[in-house]
């Protein structure tokens, strides 16, 4: 069965960090550029970082930059968001996504990932 896992949210304090996992089942990711989204209450879903299958390209959110950090070890089939710094705003349940894809992984749309994860709450407060 193929499947994405996220796990690592948490309550954490402002200032505080987290790193979240995605692991992979099912299927190797090592053909698949990976993304992580978040969506807060009330809000939409927004792309928060991604990285491609060769790990050369990233991309982060303006609103992450210098804070998040993602990385890939596909020997252990999984990609991980290091989250440093947090603050209330990155309260927000976080998915991670995957798509069949070997160019930059910035140009991808929400919707051509193909596979999602069932997500991991954040909660960042004092």
């Known amino acids: 069965q193929v499947q994405l896992v996220e796990s690592g949210g948490g309550l954490v304090h402002p200032g505080g960090s987290l790193r979240l996992s995605c692991a992979a089942s099912?299927?190797?990711?090592?053909?698949?550029?990976i993304a992580w989204f978040r969506q807060a209450p009330g809000k939409e879903r927004k792309g928060v970082s991604c990285i491609s299958v060769n790990e050369i390209n990233t991309y982060y959110a303006d609103s992450v930059k210098g804070r998040f950090t993602i990385s890939r070890d596909n020997a252990k089939n999984t990609v991980y968001l290091q989250m440093n710094s947090l603050k209330p705003e990155d309260t927000a349940v976080y998915y991670c996504a995957a798509h069949s894809w070997s160019g930059p992984c910035g140009t991808i749309s929400d919707y051509e990932y193909d596979y999602w994860g069932q997500g991991t709450q954040v909660t960042v407060s004092s």
């Open positions: 099912g299927f190797t990711l090592d053909y698949y550029a």
